[in-house]
DNA sequence: AGAATAGTGTCTGTTAGACACTATTAT
DNA sequence: ATAATAGTGTCTAACAGACACTATTCT
């Protein structure tokens, strides 16, 4: 099966247009792959579709492969069908610092390994649905409140040991939640800090996974700066400094309060007087904000670079 | 088939173990697929692997749907195989206006419309790969002194009629070239200037390749603001003024020469200096640049919000 | 000489960054 | 009262934007 893969193209000699079961089977995959297919003779014992062109002998066919004549230009090079998989990384701040939602692989590959949240594309689904989909599956968080962003699409021929599957990386910025967790699948979804560690000692994350956090993080980091998606990681109303400490806890960077304040206060639509304020801590009670309507943050959060 | 496909899992019922050719030929498409399948006695004629606990009867299948006993917990959601291919959105500045390459294509679907330049993955490749491969192979281009940057990854179910194919778009960046166009296809490549009539006019452009250009214009534009990708549009030497052209071809904004003047000028590692200067048309002579090492542009330039 | 293009000087308003300072609460 | 946190005032340096001005070529 692996060499009628790799090959440029099936020749299917069928003498008296008869196909064996075996080769029915490999048909099937074969067709499936997009390869193309040229038969001897046409085929009478199996529904299959066969293109004007694609009936002739071997000779025209060697002819058609040399000459490359107009009759046999339908030869296409070989096509890899491939799975298509969506994995989330959705961060969110804990104790003020950064987290993100990893579980514990159940099954092989890399059982008992960390990894991302994700699955296969399904009939009729993009791959914006396919995410949406398994990240309320594995996580229980409405999909729909929480809205995800296109990273980047991996496709690296062995990045995944099963096969031929490639992924696309969304990004997603929740709230602080109190604990809703592990809905539907049987193996744990837990938030785990972010650090370094997570992608620099190998051995903790499967596949690809910690390339694909390491790069939404420097995503997450640069939407920081000229969006005002910074407003997701809290809840509906926030306070100023909370707001800060979110910036503080993605970038990994202190920031200066006053000139913070001066800034989200001074773009226009970023944050709305809700007229409240937060008490029950020592010090002057801080206002709270509902995010306005604002998404891109103009001019934009410089961070010292 | 298509009611095949969009099933959960597929049951086979081969009594002795006896499965005809045209099921065959179904089985090797839906196994391509990665649907979960399951016998009701083990196939005797065709070389299928059976993994452990595929084989069952009707009764069993149905329990295990209903309660979801562990014997059955093989049964997985349907996966639906896709055909990768990737698109290249290349941008090139001709007359101080901007232009992307597309091709006319000669096949159906879509014959005779323009198309972006593109192609399936084939077997050991990357995306990037075939993005690299594609280019060389549509327009003659060197591919490896053109950086391709992913962009996003186009996956509706219905965005092409051929079937489930996913496309991940790629930017490229090219200098004004002499003509150097349609290498090996039969297909015409040429540069069509960028505007909205492109996209805006449903006919022109086959596939979702509007949107697509549509999202690369918007990443190319952003990229100017924070890199120093424009400098990519130019040849190996230029000048400040050609700099500022790219700017504004592609921002489609007027810019203020002596402003920018001094902000390439002030930019560390953007330009560096060749000492000789461009003749041959009336003015003062502008001096030469080539590149120099900064990719960074901070702080960004800002185009006017 | 005059047109055309390249590049500099200079002014103004805005903003980032630093930090001293005021305001208001809990304990 | 003291500590703690929120928020304001103010200064400086840098920079964007505007535009007058100088520099150097071609025709």
Chains 1, 2 share one sequence.
Not at 169 to 188: C, Q, S, Y
Not at 246 to 274: C, H, M, S
């Amino acid at each position: 099966m692996e060499k009628i893969f790799s090959s440029d193209f099936v020749y299917v000699v069928n003498p008296g247009g008869y196909i064996g079961r075996t080769t029915a089977y490999e048909l099937g995959r074969v067709h499936e792959r997009g390869m193309a297919v040229y038969y001897a003779e046409p085929p009478k014992d199996i529904p299959i579709e066969v293109p004007a062109g694609t009936v002739l002998t071997a000779r025209e066919l060697a002819d058609g492969i040399v000459c490359g004549t107009s009759r046999i230009k339908a030869i296409r090079r070989p096509r890899v069908a491939a799975l298509p998989t969506a994995d989330i990384v959705i961060f969110t701040i804990r104790d003020w610092r950064l987290h993100v939602l990893l579980i514990k692989r159940g099954t092989e590959p890399y059982r008992g390994k960390l990894a991302l949240p994700g699955g296969f594309i399904r009939p009729g689904e993009s791959l914006e649905d396919t995410a949406k989909r398994e990240l309320a599956e594995e996580t229980g968080l409405d999909s729909s409140s929480i809205p995800l962003q296109q990273i980047h699409t991996y496709s690296h021929p062995e990045r995944d040991p099963r096969g031929r599957i490639i992924t696309t990386a969304f990004l997603a910025i929740a709230p602080n939640l109190p604990e809703v967790m592990g809905a539907t699948d049987a193996h744990r979804a837990d938030w785990v800090e972010v650090e370094d560690s997570l992608w620099l000692n190998n051995d903790r994350l499967a596949f690809d996974h910690g390339e694909i956090l390491q790069q939404a993080l420097g995503r997450a980091r640069r939407l920081l700066e000229h969006t005002t998606i910074a407003a997701d990681f809290c809840g509906k109303v926030f306070t100023i400094a909370e707001l800060r400490k979110v910036y503080e806890a993605v970038w990994g960077i202190p920031i200066n309060p006053p000139n913070f304040q001066r800034k989200v206060r001074g773009t226009k639509g970023f944050l709305i007087d809700t007229g409240k304020k937060k008490t029950g801590q020592p010090g002057r009670p801080a206002e709270l904000f509902r995010r306005g309507p604002a998404r891109i943050l103009y001019p934009p959060m410089m961070r010292s670079e």
